[in-house]
């Protein structure tokens, strides 16, 4: 084997290696959540949110063209959701601005990511795969806010 091939291959493992903790640390030390297809639960008709536990909600959620359902969600700071994303026609995207949740809304597929919402204020979210004439449309937004702001806990609207 010649000296040039030894130390490409000797950089490859070392990059593997690499990469290998890099994968490792984001799970374990920073907590990352990795999307999850579920494979047994129905694809759902409807949007629904219910609390499922104390500062824990499940977020069930349809894309369809083009909106999603439901297009905005109030809830409180420090929720933990568990969120459930399905499409009802052709493949959509899903994305939360300024947090780490990127889905794909897949017909007869259900996605799942939890997430945590610690911080008051406007999440915005939109559709990050072209879906049609209507794409633009796409959107919605998660209103984070303190206990006691006067608006029902918990709703879709």
Request: net charge negative.
């Given at each position: 084997?010649?000296?040039?091939?030894?130390?490409?291959l000797?950089?490859?493992?070392?990059?593997?290696?690499?990469?290998?903790?890099?994968?490792?640390?984001?799970?374990?030390?920073?907590?990352?959540?990795?999307?999850?297809?579920?494979?047994?639960?129905?694809?759902?008709?409807?949007?629904?949110?219910?609390?499922?536990?104390?500062?824990?909600y499940?977020?069930?959620?349809?894309?369809?063209?083009?909106?999603?359902?439901?297009?905005?969600?109030?809830?409180?700071?420090?929720?933990?959701?568990?969120?459930?994303?399905?499409?009802?026609d052709?493949?959509h995207?899903?994305?939360?601005?300024?947090?780490?949740?990127?889905?794909?809304?897949?017909?007869?597929?259900?996605?799942?990511?939890?997430?945590?919402?610690?911080?008051?204020?406007?999440?915005?979210?939109?559709?990050?795969?072209?879906?049609?004439?209507?794409?633009?449309?796409?959107?919605?937004?998660?209103?984070?806010?303190?206990?006691?702001?006067?608006?029902q806990?918990?709703?879709?609207?």
């Open positions: 084997m010649d000296k040039s091939e030894k130390m490409a000797s950089l490859s493992g070392m990059l593997l290696i690499l990469f290998f903790g890099a994968i490792m640390y984001a799970a374990v030390v920073e907590d990352i959540q990795v999307p999850t297809c579920i494979t047994d639960m129905e694809p759902f008709t409807s949007d629904t949110l219910f609390q499922s536990g104390p500062e824990t499940e977020l069930q959620m349809v894309a369809r063209m083009w909106a999603f359902q439901p297009s905005t969600v109030r809830l409180p700071v420090g929720s933990t959701v568990d969120m459930y994303l399905t499409s009802q052709i493949t995207g899903f994305m939360i601005e300024n947090k780490n949740v990127n889905l794909m809304a897949v017909p007869g597929a259900v996605n799942y990511i939890q997430v945590t919402f610690d911080e008051p204020g406007e999440y915005f979210f939109a559709c990050h795969e072209f879906c049609g004439a209507a794409h633009h449309t796409m959107a919605g937004r998660i209103i984070i806010e303190e206990e006691g702001a006067g608006t806990m918990g709703a879709l609207q």
